[in-house]
């Protein structure tokens, strides 16, 4: 019983396509997050909904757009892919947005490969 | 911008020695957590300290948030191979939607 699922688990892509990630939790939580771990492994907010209103939105490319169709899925799509694109990009939800105490629960990643 | 500097950022250690982990800002959080991510999974919550001066053991992990709310240290008494993982320090930002700001992480390698 996954919790927080994403799909796909990896994705090889060349520079210039459009792609998709997407994102599911079974949860029951109101708030949904997209982060990206580069290389060095740092975790960076990128985005954030919560009951579908978007709240978060970092200093992101406008090449990067969420969307979220109904509570338990926020997706991702990015266009015209460039190499720096290549990361580690996680979901994740959590119950309530201003909860102080209330763990974010992490898929399992997507790893995202630009050639 | 608020930083969270977390050091080390890699750690060698054989099993049974003890160590810390830092976690310092300038700025003030409302609540620090501290995650545990392994090879090709997502991070897994340890811990949540949201008092000033706040102590908290999990089995022979302790941790600590400091009495300003800008830093917090997370200790390993004799430290096991299972221990092996990368820990994240994340802090929580005031009024801004659950947002967290992470450390850079501290790469863990317990060796037998």
């Known amino acids: 019983d996954t919790a927080v699922s994403q799909t796909p688990k990896y994705l090889v892509t060349q520079m210039g396509n459009d792609k998709s990630i997407k994102c599911e939790q079974n949860l029951g939580h109101d708030t949904m997050y997209w982060y990206k771990q580069d290389s060095k492994k740092f975790l960076k907010i990128m985005f954030s909904y919560n009951n579908k209103e978007l709240i978060i939105n970092e200093t992101v490319p406008n090449r990067f757009s969420p969307k979220s169709p109904d509570k338990a899925h926020l997706n991702l799509h990015i266009n015209s892919l460039e190499l720096g694109d290549s990361a580690v990009y996680f979901c994740a939800s959590s119950q309530g947005a201003s909860a102080n105490n209330q763990p974010q629960h992490f898929g399992d990643g997507t790893r995202l490969s630009i050639l | ?112």
Do not use: M
Not at chain 2, 46 to 64: A, I
Not at chain 2, 81 to 95: K, S, W
């Open chain 2, 1 to 112: 911008t608020q930083l969270l500097e977390q050091s080390p950022q890699f750690l060698s250690i054989q099993e049974g020695e003890n160590l810390t982990v830092y976690c310092n800002s300038s700025s003030v959080f409302s609540s620090l957590q501290w995650y545990r991510q392994e090879p090709g999974e997502g991070p897994v919550l340890l811990v949540t300290v949201v008092t000033g001066g706040e102590v908290k053991k999990l089995k022979r992990l302790t941790f600590q948030f400091g009495d300003a709310r800008k830093d917090s240290s997370l200790h390993i008494t004799a430290a096991q191979p299972g221990d092996t993982g990368l820990y994240l320090c994340a802090g929580r930002v005031y009024n801004q939607g659950g947002k967290l700001i992470f450390g850079q992480g501290t790469e863990l390698s317990v060796k037998p």
